[in-house]
């Protein structure tokens, strides 16, 4: 080896050369270690030190494949405790095109942090008690809304009003808007 193969980085860098401008590296011992390697190691200890980290890296990419694997997935989705409910709250988005239409709006509230929490909790209540009906919550200026289905009549939407109504809530409304119907 020559006697730069042998300089840390560090010490490279911070070498004077005429014509050219000074560095001054300041560092703790940890960040020159992190960046020069550890110093009281030899160029053979820091190759083997690299090999030793490829091998720990190839083990980890071999369990990372195991665990990709449909009957360590299904063990991984029965060790954990998730409750079902996470299942529901995950967003579904309705591919099709808009018309207009109908749809019962169960809630609205004000901007706040705790309207955004209930209208989020009676968004979930009625999908539980709606399956297969779709949920709308979001925030229109300055209100946060919880609305559901998609009614193209009038009628329709006044049949769901009333089993809504029914349920305890008595502020649901009818509202006319734009409505998303699937593809046939």
């Known amino acids: 080896m020559t006697a730069a193969d042998a300089q840390s980085f560090t010490q ?36 083997a030190n690299r090999k ?8 980890d990419h071999v369990a990372t494949k195991e665990e990709k694997s449909p009957k360590a997935q299904s063990e991984k989705r029965d060790s954990t405790d998730m409750p079902d409910s996470t299942i529901d709250n995950q967003k579904k988005v309705m591919k099709g095109y808009k018309v207009s239409g109908y749809r019962v709006q169960v809630f609205a509230g004000g901007n706040s942090r705790s309207d955004r929490i209930k209208a989020e909790r009676i968004g979930n209540e009625i999908k539980s008690l709606f399956p297969g009906v779709p949920v709308y919550v979001h925030f229109y200026t300055p209100r946060w809304i919880c609305r559901m289905g998609n009614y193209r009549s009038y009628e329709e939407a006044h049949e769901v009003l009333n089993r809504v109504k029914n349920l305890g809530y008595q502020s649901a409304i009818i509202v006319k808007g734009k409505i998303t119907v699937q593809y046939q």
């Open 12 to 47: 490279r860098l911070q070498q004077s050369n005429q014509g050219e401008g000074k560095v001054t590296v300041k560092q703790s011992k940890e960040i020159d270690d992190l960046v020069n390697g550890t110093s009281n190691s030899t160029p053979s200890s820091t190759t």
């Open 52 to 59: 030793q980290q490829e091998k720990e890296k190839d083990n």
